[in-house]
């Protein structure tokens, strides 16, 4: 059983910055970035695994960073430009699997989940 430790999250004005970080009590190979604004779906933003391949929503590319520290077992999240539309619950996300292709943006796949941190953008 792996646990997952969020923090970064909090509020900022449209256009500012803020890096969530997402720490795993065990080795994990693949994590995830997913959301969840109120009244919407867990959506998936960024994923990455051990050898840093990587994914991004649309929706963040070009203004949102992943990257993983193999050795303390830590995620991150560089968010950037942030948008009022980015504002939701923040949820990192492990599964201890190698993907064929990329590592996925979907819920399903991941089986470790933490527990989120708020993100507000306003």
């Known amino acids: 059983h792996v646990q997952l430790v969020e923090s970064g999250g909090g509020l900022v004005q449209p256009g500012g910055s803020l890096r969530l970080s997402c720490v795993a009590s065990?080795?994990?190979?693949?994590m995830a970035w997913f959301r969840q604004a109120p009244g919407k779906e867990r959506e998936g933003v960024a994923s990455?695994?051990?050898?840093?391949?990587?994914l991004y929503a649309d929706s963040v590319k070009g203004r949102f960073t992943i990257s993983k520290d193999n050795a303390k077992n830590t995620l991150y999240l560089q968010m950037n430009s942030l948008k009022p539309e980015d504002t939701a619950m923040y949820y990192c996300?492990?599964?201890?699997?190698?993907?064929?292709?990329?590592?996925?943006?979907?819920?399903?796949?991941?089986?470790?989940w933490g527990r989120g941190t708020q993100v507000t953008v306003s």
């Open positions: 990455i695994d051990s050898e840093r391949r990587m």
């Open positions: 065990g080795y994990t190979y693949t």
């Open positions: 996300a492990t599964v201890s699997r190698r993907f064929t292709r990329y590592p996925p943006l979907i819920k399903n796949e991941y089986k470790y």
